[in-house]
């Protein structure tokens, strides 16, 4: 049999004791599963955090870079590892195919830079041709506003004219007694009745 010291700790001695069945490590401030809720939390609701509608848009825009970027360099480094490992199977075949490839990319880059030149000769006459109607729009907007000026002028000249005439028949202080004696020996009867053409159908006799 074998001596256990006293100066053991508890869970060693019951380590060592063969009469525990069952050894039980006591963990402090932790509980099990089947342990009731703290009474101090019974009422506690969990709220999650508050997301930042502009932060979230930020953020799914970076996940969604990140995601695109991170599918691109797999695929090019499986397109590579493919390579590699389909010119080490087919040798000559791969290096025939690898120079039609590049013919291949010089004729389409060929053809694209021809295509960009056609494009662009295009585009020049294209800017050209706005160019100049452009230039015929605003000469044609400057006649117009030059056509309404002139009337304009026309108008007012007209009406300075029909100002002046109408000036003879003002009363001045000058032709004063002269108008009120013509307006006595002249009345007017502006008492009378009209129809729906306009005509006179009925007149008040002076007194």
Known sequence: MFHIP???????CRLLNPRTSLLVMAVRGRKSRTDPKAKSKAGRVKVPPPVDPVEMVVLKERFAQYGMIVRALRFEFKEEVLQQK????VGSQAEERAKQEADRH???????DAENLRMRKLREIRVL?????AKQKEADLAI??????ESFVKEK?????????DAKTFITMENLDHRIEEALDNPI??????DKEGRVVKRTVLQ
Do not use: G, V
């Open 6 to 12: 006293s100066r053991l700790p508890t869970s060693t």
């Open 86 to 89: 389909y010119e080490q199977e």
């Open 106 to 112: 010089r004729a389409l880059m060929a053809w694209n």
């Open 129 to 133: 041709k706005e160019q100049e109607e």
């Open 144 to 149: 117009l506003r030059e056509n309404k000026m």
């Open 157 to 165: 000249e007209q009406e300075i004219l029909q100002l002046e005439e």
């Open 189 to 194: 009867n502006y008492n009378f009745a009209i």
